[in-house]
């Protein structure tokens, strides 16, 4: 465990870790904001800069800050940079080591097991932290600029997952579907940079897969009913839909988000016993 506490902080006291987060609230600000005409189609970061608070009170509850922060994926490009921005803190700090011969000597001291363990564990906590930090961040500049709520009268609700009981349930669970999505991200990439041996295409090849999984999920969806349950939740084996998963599971398979996370928690595991091989197998040689 201490190993584990010594390689997280490695990781999130990087520059690399505050710059992720600092794509990643970029990232949520390139959402589309609530469309004022078909003409003008502007981002959350456009509606910033212009700062139209007369025309956000007009247009109604669309505008204000929790509906603006719940949508803070709906972009194109979200799901296609988001394994980037969970990759990159981990990537470059774990290659330098592993590609550098470091990890010898520390290997030779705490065996492949913990080894193992400790890098896939805590690249999995620093991209959980990226994503659920960028959100944060994002919702915080939100309400700083939005009118909230109350700001529109009584009365007033907010669509959410009847599933989750409230909006901020709803809220809660959509964040931590996306921070759980990142964190498989980033540890995945401690496997694809063992295979790869390379920092860019590690990086590269997770946007790749779900640039490609994106056309398809679109192409998909064209040839299909989608108000039929079935296809809706056929969708979920598309890499491009993990991070509606949320949403997915209660409404169209019919059982508790708990089952995601345990699946994450599979997933993971056998990410770290395929490295744990792949490790053993590279220290062998080298030694």
């Excluded at 809706?232 to 949403?247: G, K, M």
Aim: hydrophobic letters at 50%; one cysteine or more; charged letters at 15%.
């Amino acid at each position: 465990m201490n190993m584990f506490i010594v390689d997280l902080k490695k990781y999130i006291a990087s520059s690399k870790f505050f710059i992720g987060i600092i794509i990643m609230v970029l990232l949520c600000l390139l959402a589309n904001a609530p469309l004022v005409s078909a003409r003008d189609p502007l981002s959350v970061m456009d509606e910033i800069v212009r700062m139209r608070k007369d025309v956000w009170l007009d247009q109604g509850t669309q505008f204000c800050f929790e509906n603006i922060w719940f949508n803070f994926d709906n972009s194109l490009w979200y799901v296609i940079v988001l394994p980037i921005i969970a990759a990159f803190p981990i990537v470059y700090t774990f290659s330098d080591e592993w590609f550098g011969d470091n990890y010898i000597m520390t290997l030779s001291r705490c065996g492949y097991g913990k080894y193992t363990f400790s890098k896939c564990a805590s690249a999995f906590a620093t991209g959980f932290l990226t994503a659920a930090c960028g959100i944060a961040v994002f919702g915080i500049i939100t309400a700083g600029v939005f009118p909230s709520l109350s700001d529109f009268g009584d009365g007033e609700e907010l669509l959410y997952n009847p599933a989750y009981g409230s909006f901020w349930h709803s809220m809660l669970a959509k964040a931590v579907n996306h921070a759980l999505v990142c964190g498989i991200y980033a540890c995945a990439a401690v496997l694809v940079c063992l295979i790869l041996k390379d920092k860019f295409f590690t990086l590269s090849i997770f946007m790749v897969i779900n640039y490609f999984s994106k056309k398809l999920e679109i192409k998909y969806m064209l040839t299909k009913d989608m108000s039929v349950e079935k296809n809706r939740a056929l969708r979920a084996l598309f890499p491009s839909c993990q991070t509606s998963l949320h949403s997915v599971i209660p409404d169209n398979m019919h059982i508790s988000f708990y089952w995601y996370a345990l699946f994450t928690a599979v997933f993971c595991t056998f990410i770290g016993v395929l490295s744990y091989f792949i490790i053993r197998r590279r220290y062998k040689y080298a030694a």
